[in-house]
């Protein structure tokens, strides 16, 4: 399944390469002239969901993540300070610009402990006058979990590794609205219960909406497909759902938030989320985004595309 997986990853990239050279030689050859839209999104990642922001060439995003405990329900309330005396999870994460079209990743999580490595690729950007009506990149991501988790369930050291695979499609349909779906698939090599699916199925779905130039709102949901949630309702598995606030700080892209997923990162929140809104157990968190520059040049001065 792994071996599928990856040689119809490999293919789809090599299509939508081929695709988008032909698309940009054409424009190239129009007489009118193509701009490729910008700011879809201000950062690499929203709540849940990462997006088709892409990390400029020689440039470094570092971001944190931190998730706090339930605000209510059995575990939140004044005796945990409704949730600020725990963390869920905390993420640390960096992310590289190979070219302007791809990225490399690297992140480590306190949930579980996972180690996550991961390559992203633009294959489509929207373009001012819709010849590309909207932007298109591809995540591969593989996780390692290096210690035990609540169980001893690995048998073997393959057992420790998880893959995900997403496709991010985006427009910008304003200067204040953008809106993203995100199909993707998620592989366990060894899931807590016999019965849980070791593939599934998802589709994600996020919008911004800008109230001025540096702060707006985002929403961000994911669906899981699985017969075995649907099937086994006593098991309390609930789509993640985040709301949150956006503001941009110069280099910094901040970004607080309420979700239920407990966890961060995708090969964690989709398998893993627990928590119901409807019974108080969210939680408050946020995300910080800052960029370095390596290389500075007058043609490219900023760190992610022009905003």
């Not at 424009?27 to 990390?55: C, D, G, R, W």
């Not at 497909?225 to 098991?235: A, E, G, L």
Request: proline share 4%.
């Amino acid at each position: 399944m792994k071996t599928k997986l990856l040689i119809a990853l490999c293919f789809f990239c090599y299509t939508a390469k081929a695709q988008t050279d032909s698309l940009l030689a054409t424009m190239e050859n129009s007489e009118t002239k193509t701009e490729p839209v910008t700011a879809t999104f201000k950062s690499s990642h929203l709540i849940l969901s990462q997006t088709t922001a892409m990390v400029k060439k020689y440039n470094l995003d570092f971001q944190v993540g931190h998730r706090f405990g339930d605000i209510g329900g059995v575990d939140g309330g004044s005796k945990t300070f409704w949730g600020f005396d725990n963390s869920s999870d905390i993420y640390i994460g960096f992310e590289y610009g190979i070219t302007d079209r791809l990225n490399i990743g690297f992140g480590r999580s306190k949930y579980e402990q996972l180690l996550d490595l991961q390559l992203k690729y633009a294959a489509l950007r929207q373009t001012t006058d819709d010849k590309i009506p909207l932007s298109m990149s591809l995540i591969a991501k593989t996780g390692f979990t290096p210690y035990e988790v609540t169980t001893d369930v690995f048998d073997n050291y393959a057992d420790r590794f998880s893959y995900f695979v997403e496709v991010l499609l985006a427009r910008k349909f304003s200067p204040r609205f953008s809106l993203q779906l995100s199909p993707n698939v998620l592989f366990r090599n060894v899931t807590l219960s016999p019965d849980d699916e070791k593939t599934l199925f998802s589709l994600g779905g996020a919008f911004r909406y800008k109230f001025t130039k540096r702060f707006g709102v985002v929403v961000d949901y994911n669906h899981v497909f699985s017969q075995y949630r649907k099937n086994n309702p006593n098991t309390n598995y609930y789509d993640p759902l985040g709301i949150g606030i956006e503001i941009e700080t110069g280099g910094h892209v901040f970004t607080m938030n309420f979700v239920n997923a407990p966890a961060i990162v995708e090969n964690n929140f989709i398998p893993n989320s627990t928590s119901s809104w409807l019974d108080g157990e969210f939680r408050f968190g946020f995300t910080i985004s800052r960029m370095f520059t390596f290389h500075r040049t007058k043609t490219n001065p900023s760190n992610y595309e022009k905003r």
